[in-house]
């Protein structure tokens, strides 16, 4: 061929001899890193449940279906019948299988059946890192992102919607019903029964039945085909979603623990995340940072009860902004005195145990002595009492928290905090390419944060792996 003519394939050329997939992929291509670290896993230690041959469906291996998915997660190809796709057509994912090309059908039942078993190899993920050395258990950064579901805002049942119908559905049936006796009082013979009167019935039981649902589960709201789902805020707008956690140790931002929960809020999360870790490394790291969503005084006084040092930033409270520099939060506790201080350098003097309806304990209650001649007291309080500050057992991991977090030290890890934990919610979403869920139900999500943050952490370790030439323990 000269120099002048151009390069085309030609497709009759056929080869001496036949080609080598393990040529066509390189020695640092992360597939080869994917087979090491399924390969490196004992599968029924993590729980997989051992396939048996059954007529018509090929017997595809555990590894091999494990080795897919977490290619496909890596690649960005999460629906089963695109990883059939890829399995026929990625020359990576071809030498992975070695040329096997499973259906979409297998590749959802290894999902479905291996929920629990996929979860574990997130964690047989972190304590591979840990013994890699990528793991400084030093500082760890705890927080939460909402991420949209499969179920859509449009279809979701709404109490007030529903009851509105009920009300229509009632008043039609009663409508149809009259009409009924009379026409049997003016005519004779047997009256049937109108088919639209039996559909009108069978409406007002389905929505009985969603309006029962929704009591149990104490909701406004419910999907009928996701009704674990919950509505909140994300990026911006309302809608069905699932709140997903994360905890990522500050060295090389390995998630160190993952799981997905229905809540609303993150005001709950602190101590089961804190017990994630744990269970996935042995012990929690010597400092843990979270944001303003996690300082509740219930999370915040069980975590010192545990023994987890734990740093949060200042909590929202209720009539905060309304009070703003009167905030209860802004009220500091005398304990040599017994004495609440206020903003203005007031002292509020211990006055009674006062007992809230449906509280556990009582708490101490602390009133303002010079309410009446105090010159911001309408910014304060408008009660005639004066302003009162009620002091529940767990106000002192609040104040603790309060000095903890006013230290050099203290403002420092805050700052961390964003650079350890955003970038890994940013990197899932942006790079990753994942901003919605792909399957249904509270489990399944749970299962497929799992593989996005085994992923995560694998690309993780491809990285240093490359650099350090990774040796499997």
């Given at each position: 061929?000269?120099?002048s003519?151009?390069i085309?394939?030609?497709?009759e050329?056929?080869d001496?001899l036949?080609?080598?997939?393990?040529?066509w992929?390189?020695a640092?291509?992360p597939?080869?890193?994917?087979?090491a670290?399924v390969?490196a896993l004992?599968?029924?230690?993590?729980?997989?449940?051992?396939r048996?041959?059954e007529?018509?469906?090929?017997?595809?291996?555990n590894?091999?279906?494990?080795k897919?998915w977490?290619y496909?997660y890596?690649?960005?190809?999460?629906?089963?019948?695109e990883?059939e796709?890829?399995c026929r057509?990625?020359?990576?994912?071809?030498?992975l299988?070695?040329r096997h090309t499973?259906?979409?059908?297998?590749l959802?039942r290894?999902f479905?059946?291996?929920?629990?078993?996929l979860?574990?190899?997130?964690r047989?993920?972190?304590?591979?890192?840990?013994?890699?050395?990528?793991?400084?258990?030093v500082?760890?950064a705890?927080d939460g992102t909402?991420i949209?579901?499969?179920a859509?805002?449009?279809?979701m049942?709404?109490?007030?919607?529903l009851?509105k119908?009920l009300a229509?559905?009632?008043?039609?049936?009663?409508?149809?019903e009259?009409?009924m006796e009379k026409?049997?009082r003016e005519?004779?013979?047997e009256?049937?029964?109108?088919?639209r009167?039996?559909?009108?019935e069978?409406?007002r039981?389905?929505?009985?039945?969603?309006?029962?649902?929704?009591?149990?589960?104490?909701?406004d709201?419910?999907?009928?085909?996701?009704?674990?789902v919950?509505v909140m805020k994300c990026?911006?707008?309302k809608?069905?979603?699932?709140?997903?956690?994360a905890v990522a140790?500050?060295?090389a931002?390995?998630i160190v623990?993952?799981?997905a929960v229905n809540?609303?809020?993150d005001?709950?999360?602190?101590v089961p995340?804190?017990?994630?870790?744990?269970?996935?490394?042995?012990r929690?790291?010597?400092?843990?940072?979270?944001?303003?969503?996690?300082a509740t005084?219930?999370?915040?006084?069980?975590?010192?009860?545990?023994g987890?040092?734990?740093?949060t930033?200042?909590?929202?409270?209720?009539g905060?902004?309304?009070?703003?520099e009167?905030?209860?939060?802004n009220?500091s506790?005398?304990?040599?005195?017994d004495?609440?201080?206020?903003?203005?350098?007031?002292?509020?003097?211990?006055?009674g145990?006062?007992k809230?309806?449906?509280?556990?304990a009582?708490?101490r209650?602390?009133?303002?002595?010079?309410y009446?001649s105090?010159p911001?007291r309408?910014?304060?309080?408008?009660?005639q009492?004066?302003?009162?500050?009620?002091?529940?057992?767990?106000?002192?991991a609040?104040?603790?928290?309060?000095a903890k977090r006013?230290t050099p030290?203290?403002r420092a890890?805050?700052?961390?905090?964003?650079?350890?934990?955003e970038?890994?919610?940013?990197?899932?979403?942006?790079?990753?390419?994942?901003?919605?869920w792909?399957v249904?139900?509270l489990?399944?999500?749970?299962t497929q944060w799992a593989?996005?943050?085994?992923?995560f952490?694998?690309k993780?370790?491809?990285q240093?792996?490359v650099r350090n030439r990774?040796?499997?323990?």
């Amino acid at each position: 061929m000269g120099m002048s003519e151009e390069i085309r394939a030609n497709y009759e050329q056929i080869d001496l001899l036949p080609p080598s997939l393990e040529d066509w992929v390189p020695a640092d291509h992360p597939a080869r890193f994917i087979r090491a670290f399924v390969d490196a896993l004992d599968l029924v230690a993590l729980g997989f449940r051992e396939r048996k041959s059954e007529e018509g469906r090929p017997p595809y291996a555990n590894d091999l279906l494990l080795k897919v998915w977490l290619y496909g997660y890596l690649a960005r190809i999460r629906a089963t019948r695109e990883l059939e796709r890829a399995c026929r057509e990625h020359l990576s994912l071809l030498w992975l299988t070695g040329r096997h090309t499973p259906d979409h059908n297998t590749l959802w039942r290894f999902f479905r059946e291996n929920r629990r078993a996929l979860r574990e190899v997130f964690r047989a993920g972190v304590r591979v890192a840990a013994e890699q050395g990528l793991i400084g258990m030093v500082c760890h950064a705890v927080d939460g992102t909402k991420i949209r579901a499969v179920a859509s805002g449009r279809t979701m049942e709404k109490r007030k919607d529903l009851e509105k119908a009920l009300a229509q559905v009632e008043k039609s049936i009663a409508e149809m019903e009259a009409a009924m006796e009379k026409a049997e009082r003016e005519e004779a013979g047997e009256y049937r029964l109108p088919e639209r009167l039996q559909k009108a019935e069978e409406l007002r039981q389905a929505i009985r039945e969603s309006l029962g649902k929704m009591q149990e589960i104490d909701r406004d709201r419910r999907h009928p085909h996701e009704p674990e789902v919950r509505v909140m805020k994300c990026e911006g707008r309302k809608d069905p979603a699932y709140n997903a956690q994360a905890v990522a140790d500050a060295q090389a931002e390995i998630i160190v623990a993952a799981t997905a929960v229905n809540a609303e809020t993150d005001h709950e999360q602190l101590v089961p995340m804190l017990e994630e870790v744990r269970a996935n490394l042995g012990r929690v790291a010597e400092e843990t940072v979270g944001d303003g969503q996690y300082a509740t005084v219930q999370q915040l006084t069980e975590a010192e009860a545990r023994g987890y040092e734990v740093l949060t930033a200042p909590g929202s409270e209720r009539g905060a902004e309304q009070r703003g520099e009167f905030a209860a939060a802004n009220f500091s506790y005398d304990a040599e005195h017994d004495e609440v201080i206020c903003p203005r350098g007031e002292r509020l003097k211990f006055r009674g145990m006062r007992k809230k309806r449906g509280a556990r304990a009582a708490v101490r209650a602390y009133y303002c002595p010079v309410y009446r001649s105090c010159p911001v007291r309408e910014l304060c309080s408008r009660s005639q009492e004066g302003r009162r500050i009620e002091l529940s057992p767990q106000r002192a991991a609040r104040e603790r928290q309060r000095a903890k977090r006013d230290t050099p030290r203290g403002r420092a890890l805050l700052r961390q905090r964003k650079a350890i934990i955003e970038p890994v919610f940013a990197t899932i979403k942006q790079a990753m390419g994942f901003r919605r869920w792909t399957v249904r139900g509270l489990e399944n999500v749970r299962t497929q944060w799992a593989l996005l943050c085994t992923v995560f952490n694998l690309k993780k370790m491809y990285q240093h792996g490359v650099r350090n030439r990774l040796v499997w323990a």
